[in-house]
Each structure stands twice: as structure tokens, then as C-alpha cells.
């Protein structure tokens, strides 16, 4: 199970089969979210503007005045949240995407828990770096600056060449300045969770990131573990 502490991730789930509605909530939470539910438009809009969740999963067909599309609708008029439009049938793809609704994705039924939880993530990953793009483009570790916007590293000012997977790894040391990170976290982080290969390759990025930038890259290696920027 994630571990997310006391910020659960909402998530708003407006769907009127109790039972594709059930199986969600169960996949949801034990992925570690915490979810609301509503079984038409009226109740789901009350619940959005109750919960103010970080996602709305919203299916399309439902009873009463309001329908998915228009629910949807609604929300964009106003909001940026994050959306995923569970649809009956591929036809109403295109019409999702015909309209402009805005939705983030969409998933056709039937499909399977696993997958809605991969999209999920895949949507708050796009969402969170964002946020994280635009709040702060650049990042600073002591003398070392990672330009997010330009994919640049500077020192003192002046640009260091990198790769971009050098980019990548370091990026995300500093944004995790203060942990050990496991040469596995690292890969998983920066080579993507399906890499397959020799943990030694971390090791081989961080010596080049010493050679360009020395001392002022203040990091570590924990032995048997990997490494920590302080
Ligand atoms: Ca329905």
C-alpha cells in the first residue's frame, strides 16, 4: 500500500453503478486514496465543492438533470481539477473529445481497477510537475542552480553541459535534498519504474555529475545504500 501520511490524496468518484462504483472505492483506497462517492451530477457537484478533491473521476451516463458532460463542463468553467471520464462505449470518445470538454483522460468500460489507478497516477504526475514547473522554474543546492524551464545547470552562474538524463538525476536529488535515496528509488524515479538494467548505471551518472560540478554538489554516497544531498 502508498504511504501518503496525513495528506491522502481526495478523489471524488461520481458514478451510478453501484457496482463498477464499489470496485473503484476498494482499488482507490487501497492504493491509499480517499474517496467520496455520488451516484448522479447534483450530489457529485456538492461533493466537489465539499471535498475539494485533487481529482474527479466522473462517468458519463447518469440519471437525473445532470450528465457527466455536463457536469464536466460545470467544473471547467470554473476549476482546473484534474478529470477522468469513465465511458460505456468508444463512440462516446470521440464525442468527449469532440466537444472539448476538458478532461484529462478517459477510460472505457470495462476496464480493469489497475488500469483507472495507472491513469490516476499518470494524471497527478502531469499535475504535480505543473505545479512544480511553474511555482519555482528554478532550483537552487548551495552554488548549484537547476534551471527546470531551460533543462539547464548552473554554477556560480556560469552553464555546466549535462545530459539529460544527468539533468534528470539531478533535478531530482534536489527536490528530494535531505533523504538517502536508494540507487533503486533513483532509478525508479529518474530511469522510470520499468527500467531494467544495472543499478551500478546510478553510480556512473552520479561520478559525472561530481566530475562537472566537485564540491559544490554537496553529495554523499551511504554505503550499501546510495546517495543523500545535503
Ligand atoms: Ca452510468
Redo the contacts with the bound molecule.
Keep these: 500500500m502508498a504511504v501518503r501520511g496525513a495528506e491522502e490524496t481526495v478523489v471524488v468518484v461520481v458514478?451510478?453503478?453501484p457496482n463498477i462504483a464499489r470496485l473503484v472505492d476498494m482499488y482507490l483506497r487501497r492504493d491509499g486514496y480517499r474517496v467520496y462517492k455520488a451516484a448522479d451530477g447534483a450530489t457529485g457537484l456538492d461533493r466537489i465543492k465539499q471535498y475539494r478533491p485533487k481529482l474527479v473521476i466522473l462517468?458519463?451516463?447518469?440519471p437525473g438533470d445532470m450528465d457527466g458532460m455536463q457536469l464536466c463542463r460545470e467544473l471547467r468553467a470554473t476549476s482546473d481539477i484534474p478529470i477522468i471520464m469513465?465511458t460505456?462505449r468508444d463512440s462516446e470518445v470521440d464525442r468527449i473529445v469532440g466537444l472539448e470538454l476538458g478532461a484529462d483522460d478517459y477510460v472505457t468500460k470495462p476496464f480493469s481497477p489497475g488500469e483507472l489507478v495507472a491513469r490516476i497516477r499518470a494524471v497527478l504526475r502531469r499535475v504535480d510537475a505543473g505545479a512544480r514547473a511553474v511555482l519555482s522554474p528554478i532550483l537552487e543546492s548551495g552554488e548549484v542552480e537547476v534551471d527546470t524551464a531551460r533543462r539547464e545547470v548552473r554554477l556560480r552562474g556560469g552553464l555546466v553541459p549535462v545530459t539529460a538524463r544527468e539533468f534528470d538525476l539531478l533535478q531530482y536529488m534536489v527536490e528530494n535534498t535531505g533523504r538517502v535515496l536508494s540507487r533503486r528509488q533513483l532509478l525508479d524515479g529518474v530511469w522510470g519504474w520499468d527500467w531494467v538494467g544495472d543499478e551500478r548505471t546510478v553510480d556512473v551518472h552520479v561520478f559525472q555529475l561530481r566530475k562537472k560540478l566537485g564540491s559544490a554538489l554537496r553529495v554523499t554516497t551511504v554505503r550499501g545504500v546510495g546517495y543523500l544531498l545535503d
Design positions: 458514478e451510478d453503478d462517468d458519463i451516463g447518469l469513465l460505456a
